[in-house]
């Protein structure tokens, strides 16, 4: 009688031989079977126990990298950006998705995420990040249209509400309002200011006052004067003046007085340096009781 076996052979071989598992626990893994075809080994990570597939050839000759454990550290990357892990993209390696705080879904480089997640840089949501300029031109009378025409990174298109202009405008000059109209906009020399005290009380304890003049003096002193934005400062007061021109006249004559008969309170560049983007025109406090006389006589003077 015939006996014919049902048994079929492997269609690859299945041995493992010693000196793979000896390659593969030196690098962190187990060899649990031969799997897919004779070039590949069913590998356990020593770190996460999953398991992968990996290529005779690359446990021999390199290091295998676990595809659990590489995800592992993508998501903690993302969580210490401050993001939620949405998935890899499937459309490119280099990508992944990512929930940020605000809801919106964000598509990112690995690269990119791991450098926020040690506060080398910042992820920010372009939704969000068109909504705040938005916001930011609509306080200053004007329409966000778009990026910058000739790609200046710090450029934007807006165009202004009252008359419909459109211009090139640095981001930072629309935050503070330092720009003017190229079509119905007044040059500072003709357009309204104010002449200015202001109080500055330095890491020293030092408190100094400076006096000037700008169309904006909030501005001028959130985002000109201080280096430091935690400095203790303040605009103690302010008289408006019908052009920049006479404002600069009236500014010139008060530091005149000032440096004539009051020279010993002129501050030392080198005391407040380190706190101002200025190198004059800076007094100590105790002139400041002066400094308010003299503009309440210019003040007297305009509303006469």
């Known amino acids: 009688m015939t006996h014919t076996s049902t ?5 690859f071989p299945l041995t493992i031989h010693p ?32 398991t992968h597939a990996s290529k005779i050839f690359v446990l021999m000759n390199s290091q295998p ?30 990508y992944a998705h990512y929930i940020a705080p605000c809801g919106h879904n964000l598509r990112r480089q690995f690269e990119m995420v791991k450098r926020a997640a040690e506060g080398v840089c910042d992820v920010r949501c372009e939704l969000c990040q068109q909504h705040k300029e938005q916001e930011e031109a609509s306080a ?31 981001r930072a000059n629309m935050q503070t309002g330092r720009f003017a109209c190229g079509q119905c906009g007044e040059d500072w020399p003709a357009a309204p200011s104010y002449l200015y ?14 006096l000037g003049f700008s169309r904006n003096p909030d501005s001028r002193l959130r985002h000109q004067l201080l280096k430091h934005r935690d400095l203790d400062a303040k605009i103690l007061k302010t008289v408006p003046m019908a052009t920049g021109q006479l404002a600069l006249q009236a500014e010139k ?7 004539a008969g009051f020279s010993d309170q002129v501050a030392p560049p080198e005391l407040y340096s380190d706190a101002l983007r200025v190198r004059s025109e800076v007094y100590f406090a105790d002139t400041a009781q002066v400094i308010f006389a003299m503009l309440d006589a210019i003040e007297a003077e305009e509303d006469s």
């Open 140 to 170: 200053q009378g004007w329409e966000l249209i778009g990026p910058d025409p000739n790609r200046n990174q710090n450029y934007r298109l807006y165009q202004h509400q009252a008359c419909g202009h459109v211009q090139r405008i640095a």
């Open 7 to 11: 048994a079929t052979s492997a269609a």
């Open 253 to 259: 004559r008060l530091h005149a007085k000032l440096q």
């Open 65 to 94: 990298q676990c595809p659990h454990c590489i995800e592992a550290r993508w998501r903690d990357d993302a969580t210490a950006a401050g993001l939620e892990w949405a998935g890899r993209d499937p459309e490119d390696r280099h």
């Open 197 to 210: 005290a202001m109080q500055f009380r330095l890491a020293s304890g030092l408190r100094l006052v400076k």
């Open 19 to 50: 000196h793979w598992h000896a390659a593969a626990e030196a690098k962190g893994f187990g060899i649990l079977q031969r799997v897919k075809d004779r070039y590949h080994l069913l590998l356990s990570c020593h770190t996460c126990r999953r």
